[in-house]
């Protein structure tokens, strides 16, 4: 059995999780672990918030300041992530006393590192200047059109096409959170530049990535200005004393998963160790593409480190026609419908797990998401209800095994990384539920389809399958099915009733929730 490690992009502290944050890299993340761990295999889920991004510096305020938001927004987005059934390990906090030394003293070592091998370089940038503040204009501060497709974009990233870019190479640079014009000045800072590009392209290949995926990475590689950013102007960051005052290093999502790799191997190295036995898959949106598949080529193999075995990317999630934002308040939050509705996590899974974001971009709206949720509180009343009430013990024999076993197997192709389709394996599950063949009055196929629906929700309706568990009698989870054959265990359903509304929700209790830039 192998170990596993599942390290989704880390959100940053500056609001809580709507439904784009939840139906990406968080769900893929919690189905992938729980289908493994139904495999026997070990399977851990660490992230946490990305304290530095100088986003936080807008989200604070007068009444609080930016440690206070970070905390702040660190149990909210905590909350909602466990709202959505999404099982951590750990969750970490780089700020608190527990992780706040050893998380830059990561940093440092690795900055020394690359320094001291000749991979990091002292290079002059030029950045935009607040003309009246004096202020660095990065990140939060800056917005303008992508180099590549000429969408609006803002820091240094595209939603719309993955693109990375650096601050001169913004179109139609503006202030982003003020009037204020900008000039541009010269900025020493340290980067760290691909020794060969086509080398990382192969590499990327042979960890599986699909083709669509190295669009983004090749696009930024033929680039003469492709570079990994070490440090940047600021002061909200990770400091260092090897650093002048008004300059951090950057905190690249790499650095932050070498962080959770330590934490995960706390007695025997790190995960990203050459020799790991730990398989690592980093999961993240498109608009990540660049710190999620180039970064870790550029800096893994000088920092004595290897890059993710395995990605697992999404596209985005649009709500209405246009990408759900925190930024822009366009959306429906996890919160919102979780602690304010009757809709339990395993509804708002189903709902979200159908978005087929592994492969393009995936739409819904209101209408959408009730049909969802009301298809599967049917699926209770009409489907599952009868097959509970069957009251009598019967045995599973070698056919139904096998059957069962043939599903597991569609389902896991869909599963395990790189090759992961979560919708695909939601449509495994949704078609052996609504099988219309069945009579689940018939002890014996009620049983066995039961026992198929248990094992097959593990990923995406975690609450029916521990109910169903429960319900069964089965004594552990997960189990394998050859024990299940051999041990010829009798299975008594019971007429439990799991915890799920019975009345349908109504659209208009959904759209309560929904938030618009205009609102």
């Known amino acids: 059995m192998a170990d596993w490690l599942l390290i989704p992009m880390c959100p940053t502290p500056n609001g809580r999780l709507h439904i784009g944050h939840g139906a990406g890299p968080y769900l893929r993340a919690d189905a992938i672990a729980r289908a493994l761990r139904r495999d026997g295999h070990t399977a851990a889920v660490i992230t946490g918030t990305d304290a530095h991004e100088n986003w936080v510096l807008a989200a604070a305020g ?7 938001t970070c ?12 709202a959505l059934g999404v099982e951590l390990d750990q969750w970490i906090d780089p700020l608190a006393p527990e992780h706040r030394t050893a998380y830059r003293e990561l940093h440092e070592r690795m900055f020394d590192t690359l320094r001291a091998r000749g991979v990091a370089r002292l290079g002059v940038e030029r950045i935009p200047v607040g003309e009246h503040s004096g202020q660095p204009l990065l990140g939060v501060w800056i917005a303008g059109r992508c180099p590549t497709c000429d969408a609006p974009a803002g820091g240094n990233t595209c939603t719309a096409c993955s693109d990375h870019f650096h601050p001169d190479e913004l179109r139609e640079a503006h202030s982003r959170l003020t009037d204020e014009p900008i000039r541009w000045q010269d900025h020493p800072s340290w980067f760290a530049y691909p020794d060969d590009p086509a080398a990382i392209l192969d590499r990327l290949r042979a960890t ?13 590689l033929r680039r003469p200005t492709a570079r990994t950013r070490l440090t940047q102007p600021g002061t909200w960051g990770i400091t260092s004393d090897a650093l002048t005052a008004g300059t951090v290093l950057s905190n690249t999502y790499y650095a ?13 190295g790190n995960a990203f160790a050459p020799d790991s036995q730990t398989t690592v898959v980093g999961l993240f949106g498109t608009d990540n593409s660049i710190a999620g598949l180039v970064a870790p080529h550029v800096l893994a193999a000088p920092a004595s480190f290897k890059p993710f075995d395995h990605t697992v990317i999404n596209h985005m999630v649009h709500f209405e026609g246009h990408k759900c934002s925190t930024s822009k308040q366009h959306g429906i939050w996890i919160s919102d419908l979780i602690d304010n ?31 969802r949720i009301n298809e599967l509180r ?20 070698t056919a139904d095994l096998e059957l069962i076993a043939s599903q597991l197997d569609r389902q896991r192709r869909h599963l395990t990384p790189p090759h992961t389709d979560l919708a695909a394996a939601t449509t495994v599950i949704r078609d ?28 995406v309706l975690p609450q029916l399958a521990n109910f169903l568990w429960t319900a069964l009698h089965l004594s552990q989870q ?4 050859a024990e299940l054959g051999n041990q010829r265990r009798p299975l008594h359903p019971t007429p439990h009733q799991i915890s799920t509304p019975n009345r349908p929700i109504a659209e208009s209790e959904i759209e309560s929730h929904a938030r618009r830039p205009s609102d």
Not at 208 to 220: C, K, S, V, W
Not at 439 to 459: E, F, I, K, S, Y
Not at 478 to 481: D, S, T
């Open 432 to 459: 052996w539920m609504f099988d219309k063949t069945l009579d689940r009055t018939d002890t014996h196929q009620a049983v066995a389809w039961l026992t198929g629906t248990a094992l097959l929700a593990v990923p």
């Open 62 to 68: 007068p009444d609080r300041t930016p440690e206070q």
């Open 208 to 220: 599986g990535l699909p083709e669509q995926f190295l669009t983004a990475p090749r696009t930024y």
């Open 71 to 82: 905390a702040h927004y660190h149990a909210g987005i905590e909350h909602d992530l466990r």
């Open 256 to 268: 932050y998963a070498l962080y959770c790799g330590q934490l995960h191997n706390r007695t025997d």
């Open 341 to 371: 509705t009757n809709v339990t996590s395993d509804e708002l899974r189903y709902a979200l797990a159908q978005l087929p974001i592994d492969h393009h971009i995936g739409e819904i709206d209101t209408a959408t998401l009730t049909h």
């Open 378 to 397: 049917t699926w209770h009343t009409h489907h599952l209800a009868p097959a509970l009430h069957t009251g009598r013990e019967t045995i599973l024999d």
């Open 478 to 481: 997960p189990i394998c099915l």
